[in-house]
């Protein structure tokens, strides 16, 4: 079993930058892919930015290319989304998310582990 543990949300403003923090502990020679994703209040759960735990593969949702960056730390189980230039609808729980398989995917049901959230408030 994966154990996922996300940090770094709180109250920013607009224009504000952010780092988003998840580490993985327990099975982690599992995990294939790192993803994050989010979800608003009556929202459902959006993909934000993935990356392959070993080719470094990437890929982001279009609402954030150019302003999220998601990256990880292989020795420390840890992968990080940076969040630049945040707006108020970037406002959501943000949801870290572990897949065994290889493929870099938006869809969150191919998603095993998932984090607990932590919460990104942007406010205007």
């Known amino acids: 079993q994966v154990q996922l543990s996300e940090s770094g949300g709180r109250l920013v403003q607009a224009g504000d930058s952010l780092r988003l923090s998840c580490a993985a502990s327990?099975?982690?020679?599992?995990?294939?892919?790192m993803g994050w994703f989010r979800q608003a209040p009556g929202n459902e759960r959006e993909f934000v930015a993935a990356i392959n735990w070993s080719n470094f593969r990437l890929s982001y949702a279009d609402s954030v290319k150019g302003r999220f960056t998601i990256s990880r730390n292989i020795a420390k189980n840890t992968v990080y989304l940076q969040m630049n230039s945040l707006k108020p609808e970037d406002t959501a729980v943000y949801y870290c998310?572990?897949?065994?398989?290889?493929?870099?995917?938006?869809?969150?049901?191919?998603?095993?582990?998932w984090g607990q959230g932590t919460q990104v408030t942007v406010s205007s």
């Open positions: 998310a572990g897949d065994r398989s290889s493929i870099v995917s938006p869809e969150p049901l191919r998603y095993d582990y």
């Open positions: 327990g099975r982690t020679a599992s995990i294939g892919v």
